[in-house]
């Protein structure tokens, strides 16, 4: 047998901070994956780091299937990976977990991001509990950039002091900026201010960040044919951050093949 399932990674999070005294996040699933495999045409565990190796004893193998693990997310840049390792290991091991039971078995290794929840929802990322769904209003696409170096995810405080104070059902994108900026008291990103004015001078529609990674986003319409030009501009004027991907926003959940 062969089952592969497949789970997005992030750009950020739309918003991080705390909602109604306690943890929250709202996911921003893009079309980068972590996928895992598992065959009986194989033997071993191939790919896996240290997080999804302790998810995996948790787990229930048989003992004559093979376990491989591949990415498009790099690490330490606030995308989700290990979340998303966690989340296709966990399904693809048993196809009957419940995104809710696997969100719960993530939590207990790191705070975990809700990627594998179906579309875009808020979460506390501390006890994987599902909040709300969030409506977006299209899938933007993506520029992601990059500050460089790594962050640890299970050393650094994840917790932004941002206080959400009320939760729509549809994503507010002023939130979104007002997340990011809050978070310049706990990981400063330098110029930030300046980059969202002047990509929202060029037509960008919001700016978001990872709050405990080096990465931020940079989101257009779906149908700007321009975005490739004013990716461009973005990276020309600001040297301090390297242009790393170009993807859109997508339904966060499993992917499987069977």
Known sequence: ????????????????????????????????????????????????????????????????????????????????????????????????????KIAELAATLEPTDGTFFSGVVAMNPVTGKLIKNIRV????????????????TLKFNRRSSFQILSLDENLNLEIVEKSALANQEILCKRGLIEIITFAKDIGAVTVNVAHSGTVIGIFFHAGDLNIDAKIAEIAARFDFIKFMTKTRLIDGGFYAEI
């Open 1 to 100: 047998m062969n089952r592969t399932v497949k789970v997005p990674g992030s750009c950020g999070e739309f918003v991080q901070g705390f909602y109604r005294g306690a943890p929250i996040l709202i996911t921003c699933p893009i079309e980068k994956f972590s996928s895992v495999i598992i065959s009986d045409e194989f033997n071993g565990v191939e790919g896996l780091g240290e997080k999804s190796l302790a998810l995996l004893k948790k787990l229930h193998l048989p003992k004559n299937l093979g376990v491989r693990l591949t990415t498009e997310l790099p690490r330490g840049k606030g995308m989700a990976s290990s979340s998303a390792d966690l989340a296709a290991l966990a399904k693809a091991v048993d196809f009957n977990l419940s995104a809710e």
């Open 137 to 152: 209003a299209e899938k933007y696409a993506v520029a992601i950039f990059d500050y460089g170096g790594e962050i640890d």
